[in-house]
């Protein structure tokens, strides 16, 4: 059974860290994808951070130079490294991965998922 588990979320204020990690069980090794998607409230699935089985990775322009995707294939965990988190950064952030997919952002790609992990920015 393919299983994704993210954590990590909590409460930040701005100008402040976090790393999020989702741990996958249950695949078979070769080509893969894995991606970041947050979600706000009342807003579609935003693609934020992808990295491949090669590390090859991909990052939204809004997250560019604060996100860091990275990757420990031997215990199959994926992080994001955020720094210097603004509010609009708050959302409920999922883990995503597909199988012989090339690195992409878009959800559509995606057909498995974990249950997300939440991520609040306030003042």
Known sequence: QVQ???SGGGL???GGSLR???VASGFSSGRYAMTWFRQRPGKGREGVAAIDN???TIYADSVKGRFTTSQDSAENILYLQMNNLIPED???YYCA???FVNVSLRPSVYIYWGQ???VT???
């Open 4 to 6: 994704l588990v993210e």
């Open 12 to 14: 930040v204020q701005p």
């Open 20 to 22: 999020l990690s989702c």
């Open 54 to 56: 090669y590390d090859i």
């Open 90 to 92: 708050s959302a409920m």
């Open 97 to 99: 991965r597909n199988a």
């Open 116 to 118: 997300g992990t939440k």
């Open 121 to 123: 920015v306030f003042s």
